[in-house]
């Protein structure tokens, strides 16, 4: 694997410490201008999802990771397994639960989602940020009342709960925001 | 941001003109580079009858306006854009804006008067206290910067200085300085008034001349505000000779950390040998001024088109 070294560290970069994958979230320059020249970085570990404080000297090099993005179908679960397709390899992948995390609350059969693979193992997947799900169950609608402030809790069809404004009914499709886990509005077929 | 920066170039000219100087220009591209440890110049080859002839960025003009003295200019200044590979960051951009100026006759005290004078003209803060790089040192770290061994640095690193990069295992006592200095001495700087720190380890003298000691220092001088190092000065070398040793003495260093060798010989040594006029020099960084004025905290935000987008 190739290495990268300080003139290249930048946010974003996604490297291997002691065996595991991180990504560079935040990475300081700091040197007196003529002196050594120090980088103070920030790096958030893909798997544990920690964040590691970590300051290199200029010179210093990280090993690149082997970490790549595919587009991935959602096909199936099967108990704690989620299983994907790679669409273009139509190799399929599982991840278990914790690896998912808040994810399943949005994965419906068919859904292409962003899939990040370490040595070619999945380590994560990440919905579409606009997502539109049906909903299974909640108390009637109140009839004429189009406030967004007046909410009430819904479950959807993939068996997540979220809150809605109290307009909405049972069968309704709705557009969520799957990076804030928000209602944006009703939806058509 | 473009009418801040306007004003303030305004400022700093009427400052200069004020006091005598004369602004000069000089080649941002040049055959001489300045040999240092730190700084990485970007290199240019240009095409030349089949072969090609290797030009720099300048990473100061320092080279040049010091050939400018040695022929009798009297007081200079400018305002120019230097370069320097891969510093990126909240303070840095690899090519910025900085105000250079020289006046014969000045020692460093005169040096360090003149740019308290201009911090003030430019800042508002008021004249800028001084203290030396010893004394910031015992305050802020309890160590004694010349004396103090690699050892002993590395312990003090280890238990304040935060996070310690693993690959610092040297005993290069000036790598651990500057790691103390980032980390504990500058935050410290100038947070209320203004500060110029002088008197430097003569290891890190650069194109200062030395004090003899006990202990031995550099003549050189900072300016920090805020915590943010603004500019730099020396009371100047005059000896081509000790040059020579000191370009020697970084290429060494520069092969022994994996980095190319910066041609030694200059024109500015043949200009030192006709006779450089006794005179101190002060290099600012112009962007970092307008971040303190306007508040940013990113340098990108001063600049009409940061690296990214330039």
């Known amino acids: 694997m190739p290495s990268y070294n300080t003139s290249e560290f930048k946010k974003g970069l996604k490297v291997q410490i002691d065996g595991d994958p991180y990504m560079m979230i935040e990475c300081n320059f700091v040197k007196p201008g003529k002196g050594n020249a120090l980088y103070k970085c920030k790096l958030r570990n893909l798997l544990r999802n920690t964040v590691l404080e970590r300051t290199y000297k200029g010179g210093d090099s990280l090993e690149a990771a082997d970490v790549a993005e595919i587009a991935a179908q959602y096909l199936y679960r099967q108990g704690d397994a989620f299983v994907f397709m790679d669409n273009s390899s139509y190799e399929q992948y599982e991840l278990n639960a914790d690896q998912v995390d808040d994810a399943w609350k949005y994965l419906k059969e068919g859904m292409v989602c962003n899939m990040v693979l370490f040595n070619n193992n999945p380590i994560s997947v990440t919905p579409p940020n606009h997502v539109v799900l049906r909903i299974e169950y909640c108390e009637p609608a109140v009839r004429g009342n189009t406030a967004t402030n007046l909410t009430k809790p819904v479950k959807l069809e993939t068996g997540a709960e979220m809150v809605c404004p109290a307009f909405v009914d049972i069968g309704d499709l709705i557009k969520i925001d799957t990076r804030t886990g928000e209602y944006l509005e009703r939806a058509k077929e | 941001m473009l009418r801040l920066r306007d004003e303030l170039l305004r400022k700093l000219r009427a400052f200069f003109h004020e006091r005598g100087f004369v602004e000069i220009e000089t080649p941002l591209l040049s055959a001489d580079v300045v040999v240092d440890r730190h700084l990485e110049p970007f290199a240019v080859d240009m095409p030349c009858g089949g072969?090609?002839?290797?030009?720099?960025?300048?990473?100061?003009?320092?080279?040049?306006?010091?050939?400018?003295?040695?022929?009798?200019?009297?007081?200079?200044?400018?305002?120019?854009?230097?370069?320097?590979?891969?510093?990126?960051?909240?303070?840095?951009?690899?090519?910025?804006?900085?105000?250079?100026?020289?006046?014969?006759?000045?020692?460093?005290?005169?040096?360090?008067?003149?740019?308290?004078?201009?911090?003030?003209?430019?800042?508002?803060?008021?004249?800028?206290?001084?203290?030396?790089?010893?004394?910031?040192?015992?305050?802020?770290?309890?160590?004694?910067?010349?004396?103090?061994?690699?050892?002993?640095?590395?312990?003090?690193?280890?238990?304040?200085?935060?996070?310690?990069?693993?690959?610092?295992?040297?005993?290069?006592?000036?790598?651990?300085?500057?790691?103390?200095?980032?980390?504990?001495?500058?935050?410290?700087?100038?947070?209320?008034?203004?500060?110029?720190?002088?008197?430097?380890?003569?290891?890190?003298?650069?194109?200062?001349?030395?004090?003899?000691?006990?202990?031995?220092?550099?003549?050189?001088?900072?300016?920090?505000?805020?915590?943010?190092?603004?500019?730099?000065?020396?009371?100047?070398?005059?000896?081509?000779?000790?040059?020579?040793?000191?370009?020697?003495?970084?290429?060494?260093?520069?092969?022994?950390?994996?980095?190319?060798?910066?041609?030694?010989?200059?024109?500015?040594?043949?200009?030192?040998?006709?006779?450089?006029?006794?005179?101190?020099?002060?290099?600012?960084?112009?962007?970092?001024?307008?971040?303190?004025?306007?508040?940013?905290?990113?340098?990108?935000?001063?600049?009409?088109?940061?690296?990214?987008?330039?």
């Not at chain 2, 804006?97 to 008067?113: C, F, H």
């Not at chain 2, 309890?142 to 103090?148: C, F, L, S, V």
């Not at chain 2, 100038?190 to 030395?210: E, N, R």
């Open chain 2, 51 to 310: 072969t090609s002839r290797r030009m720099w960025l300048q990473t100061s003009p320092e080279f040049a306006m010091k050939r400018l003295l040695a022929a009798g200019s009297g007081p200079i200044f400018q305002v120019t854009h230097a370069f320097r590979q891969s510093e990126r960051g909240p303070r840095h951009n690899p090519e910025f804006t900085m105000v250079e100026w020289y006046r014969p006759g000045d020692n460093m005290a005169a040096g360090v008067q003149l740019l308290s004078e201009l911090g003030d003209a430019l800042l508002g803060r008021g004249l800028a206290e001084t203290m030396t790089y010893q004394a910031a040192f015992r305050q802020y770290t309890g160590i004694d910067p010349h004396a103090a061994t690699a050892p002993a640095l590395r312990e003090v690193a280890n238990q304040r200085g935060g996070e310690v990069p693993d690959s610092m295992t040297s005993d290069d006592r000036d790598a651990w300085l500057d790691l103390l200095l980032v980390e504990l001495v500058e935050p410290n700087l100038g947070l209320g008034k203004p500060v110029i720190l002088y008197d430097y380890p003569a290891s890190q003298a650069a194109l200062a001349k030395v004090r003899p000691g006990p202990p031995a220092v550099a003549e050189r001088f900072e300016l920090y505000v805020d915590g943010i190092e603004l500019a730099n000065g020396y009371h100047e070398l005059l000896d081509a000779g000790i040059l020579r040793e000191r370009n020697r003495e970084n290429n060494r260093h520069r092969r022994a950390q994996g980095q190319a060798p910066l041609p030694e010989e200059s024109r500015l040594l043949a200009a030192m040998e006709a006779g450089l006029p006794a005179c101190a020099g002060v290099a600012m960084g112009f962007d970092r001024v307008v971040m303190l004025v306007a508040g940013a905290s990113d340098i990108a935000e001063v600049l009409p088109f940061p690296f990214d987008r330039a």
